[in-house]
């Protein structure tokens, strides 16, 4: 036995791929999934790079794969929604060296707008789905995937969850097996898929076949033995939790998601007179053993689809207790709302929007925090994107004062072409493009605007400006979202503009190196000179706090920002040098 590492169950996908030889890795920063892409990038032996979204990351690894190296696509659950198209087709023309998609889903949207249950998309497309139940599978099954991939020259779907992504297990690092690349061959009725596509349709039929066949003898489907009683079908994460309520239960953990194992499930069904299938997010295998004719089975009649499973619910579900619907009892936890930074450069936009009183389209990044007190200055928040395209929708039905704002990693992932419609049919669409330097949500991680790759080497940086201007926006104007007036001024004109308008509110992440090192002098609340009106506060800036006398400011905590101080009609909010 080698080396035992104690492992996230992120790190050890990025170990299970490099180890499977995977040479090309592209992706787009999404928690849970990020740390899959970024552990990747620190193999030497692997190419890895953010692109500027999951289509873009899935298609450049589809090709890298086509080209003959094994390839991997990491995303989250709503990625595969940006990736579907090239999901949906890559099955028809199927894979030459091995091709891994990972996507890691969120039940219970600790960082995300949904809960979605991507197993589905697996079925849809026809392509074998893994999941493992924990860390050390993740290696291992990661490392199956790319073997599965070749063996049956097909696209493979690598699922794993939030609660699997994020928690740590021991995991025994094997060695990298190096391949060599495979020649790519040029048949066109294989590849062209538009043209040939009816005759693709057939061969995918007879190649699921063959998967079903396998599914028979995947060594990850496991039946581990227990009592006669009771019979659990269950997979990944909900695994841990039926191992630990009922550990003499027998069950059969399922590795292999789609297709199932007909035989052996029938099998294994037909030795119970009830089987309870656990599984989290929506009934998936309970569905497709109903499909299967296998009926003697409860699933979602016990075990909720809403938010996380835990030993707790599961334990209910198996003895027959019914499921709690309010789960706010089980806290005493006091509430803590996410907050912007303590010197966030999005506090400008957001008071300065408040202030104009604005219907405003939001979009995906920390920025979405301005929906909530006490700005409240966010009115809507989809998807990635869909804020420029909101704003153009809310104009054409009438609505005269609207503004779009969107990050900079978003603007570039899918604000673009809302931007080139809104230019194209002329709607007088305001957009803030708040311009942080980086992808802030997921973990500051690099893009195409911010001057560096992945991997720390130098890279052409985005020119807005220039490439705003290309599409046919006139109205541009970039502000320092610290100045309220200018931001004020700025919107204003965007605004009273007959086309389209693009402000842009640059300023780095308060949480960068650069900004960082940027020396400011923090305030201070001269509480002689305070009439308490409380406007300060509206700031929502953590460092200004209300104290027993009125408003203070931690001094360790404030950045010099200065918006209090520039929203304090007394002028008592003054720069802790100044006596």
């Known amino acids: 036995m080698g080396i035992v590492k104690l492992m996230s169950g992120n790190d050890a996908v990025a170990r299970g791929a490099w180890e499977a030889g995977v040479v090309f890795a592209a992706g787009y920063p999404g928690t849970p999934s990020t740390e899959v892409l970024e552990r990747l990038a620190t193999y030497d032996e692997v190419d890895a790079h953010w692109s500027t979204n999951e289509k873009v990351a899935f298609e450049e690894a589809m090709g890298a794969a086509l080209g003959g190296v094994r390839s991997m696509v990491t995303m989250k659950h709503v990625g595969l929604n940006v990736a579907a198209d090239p999901f949906m087709v890559f099955p028809y023309a199927g894979t030459n060296a091995g091709f891994v998609v990972l996507v890691a889903d969120d039940p219970g949207m600790y960082s995300s707008q949904n809960e979605q249950d991507s197993r589905y998309f697996a079925k849809v497309a026809k392509v074998p789905l893994l999941e493992p139940a924990d860390a050390a599978e993740a290696r291992a099954v990661t490392r199956d995937a790319f073997e599965l991939s070749e063996r049956f020259r097909t696209p493979v779907m690598l699922r794993t969850t939030t609660r699997l992504a994020h928690t740590r297990g021991l995991v025994e690092p094997g060695e990298r097996t190096e391949r060599e690349r495979k020649p790519f061959s040029r048949q066109v009725s294989q590849y062209a898929i538009p043209v040939y596509a009816r005759f693709r349709r057939v061969e995918l039929e007879a190649k699921l076949g063959q998967l079903r066949e396998f599914a028979e003898e995947f060594p990850g489907n496991v039946i581990e033995e227990g009592g006669a009683e009771i019979g659990v079908v269950t997979h990944g994460i909900p695994y841990q939790y039926v191992k630990e309520v009922c550990p003499d239960a027998t069950i059969f953990r399922l590795g292999m998601l789609y297709p199932l194992p007909e035989r052996r499930l029938k099998e294994f069904c037909a030795r119970f007179a009830t089987v309870f299938v656990v599984e989290e997010s929506e009934g998936f295998i309970e569905q497709e053993m109903a499909a299967l004719g296998i009926h003697n089975v409860i699933g979602k009649a016990r075990f909720t689809n809403v938010g996380e499973l835990g030993a707790d619910l599961v334990a209910a579900g198996l003895t027959g207790a019914p499921v709690p619907g309010d789960f706010s009892a089980e806290t005493t936890i006091l509430p803590r709302p996410p907050v912007l930074c303590a010197g966030c450069a999005h506090r400008g936009v957001f008071t300065t929007l408040r202030k104009l009183g604005v219907l405003v389209t939001g979009d995906i990044g920390c920025y979405t925090l301005g929906c909530l007190p006490p700005y409240q200055a966010i009115h809507t928040t989809f998807c990635m994107g869909a804020s420029i395209s909101n704003a153009t929708g809310f104009q054409r039905a009438g609505e005269p004062r609207v503004v779009a704002v969107i990050g900079d990693s978003t603007f570039l992932h899918s604000g673009l072409p809302g931007l080139v419609s809104a230019v194209y049919n002329q709607v007088p669409t305001t957009v803030v493009l708040v311009d942080n330097g980086t992808t802030g949500m997921t973990g500051h991680q690099e893009h195409p ?81 305070c009439i308490q009106c409380e406007e300060c506060m509206e700031t929502g800036c953590p460092a200004l706090v209300w104290g027993a006398d009125g408003p203070e400011i931690h001094e360790w905590e404030c950045t010099g920002c200065s918006l209090c101080a520039q929203l304090c009609a007394t002028e008592a909010i003054v720069a802790t040098e100044v006596a």
């Open 449 to 529: 605007g911010t001057g560096h790759t992945l991997k720390g080497k130098p890279a052409p940086a985005v020119d807005y400006e220039a490439l705003i201007r290309a599409i046919g926006v006139e109205q541009i104007e970039v502000v320092d979202p610290w100045d309220l007036e200018a931001t004020e001024r700025a919107i204003r004109a965007g605004l009273d503009h007959a086309g389209p308008a693009v402000i842009i509110a640059r300023r780095f992440c308060r949480l960068l190196p650069v900004s960082k090192a940027e020396t400011r002098v923090p305030y201070r609340v001269v509480l002689e000179d």
